[in-house]
């Protein structure tokens, strides 16, 4: 009779937290994945699983910033952001610590069902570059991530051109905020572009 009566009172502390748990575990599959960086144990990245929902921030099309860019085939890439270092970004006009950033690279279509003029973008990934920010592996703060593929990526040497012309030529803590139209006027009014920017937009050296 006692063990009963223990039971029954027992019995709706369990259900609550059966419930509390349920409800975690039910928030935290549907919430958006992948939100910091993954490393596999020889310090490659995992290619941050679906980047595709992330915050847009702009598509580049046949911008020519590399020597050796294009041979006459027509490109587009996507920029994509890590949705709270984008909400933090909103807050500050800064990129917090683990900010992600994708560039993912499509070719452009320009004959297909009823398009006579201009291009679209073709349904193959021809190239997938992270820019990552994580002080706690990088005492430079950013790194870059070059994927072929799904597979892992090393990091990108500090000696290739990414580093160089990204610290010289971006407008805010090496990502190209100037051509990303939602975030240079968040970042004008919170006075965070580079001073090498704000003195001279149209770059050069
Ligand atoms: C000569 C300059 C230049 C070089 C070299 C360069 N980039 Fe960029 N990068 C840009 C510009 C300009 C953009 C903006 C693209 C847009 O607006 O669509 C950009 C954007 C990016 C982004 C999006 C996030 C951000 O930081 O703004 C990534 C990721 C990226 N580049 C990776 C790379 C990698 C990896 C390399 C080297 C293999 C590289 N870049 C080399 C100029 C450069």
Redesign the pocket.
């Known amino acids: 009779m006692r063990n009963t009566a223990a039971m029954k009172i027992k019995a709706p502390a369990w259900a609550t937290a059966l419930t509390l748990l349920c409800s975690v575990a039910l928030s935290a599959s549907t919430a958006t994945p992948a939100s910091t960086p993954v490393y596999t144990e020889d310090g490659r990245l995992a290619l941050p699983e679906g980047y595709r929902e992330w915050v847009y921030?702009?598509?580049?099309f046949d911008?020519a910033?590399?020597a050796q860019a294009r041979s006459g085939h027509h490109m587009f890439?996507?920029?994509f952001?890590e949705p709270s270092a984008y909400k933090a970004f909103l807050e500050s006009g800064m990129w917090p610590d683990k900010t992600m950033?994708?560039?993912e690279v499509r070719g452009a279509e320009d004959k297909g069902s009823i398009n006579k003029l201009g291009h679209y973008q073709d349904t193959e990934v021809m190239g997938l570059?992270?820019?990552l920010k994580d002080a706690s592996h990088f005492p430079e703060g950013w790194a870059?991530?070059?994927f072929d593929g799904t597979q892992p990526a090393k990091m990108?040497p500090r000696t290739?051109?990414?580093?160089?012309?990204?610290a010289r030529?971006?407008a805010l803590d090496?990502?190209?905020?100037q051509?990303?139209p939602t975030l240079l006027p968040i970042a004008t009014a919170k006075g965070t572009l580079s001073a090498a920017y704000r003195a001279k937009p149209t770059g050069g050296e």
Do not use: K
């Open positions: 921030l702009s598509s580049g911008m910033y590399r890439d996507n920029v952001v950033l994708i560039l570059e992270v820019h870059f991530f070059g990108i290739a051109d990414c580093y160089s012309c990204h030529h971006a090496n990502t190209f905020v051509f990303y």
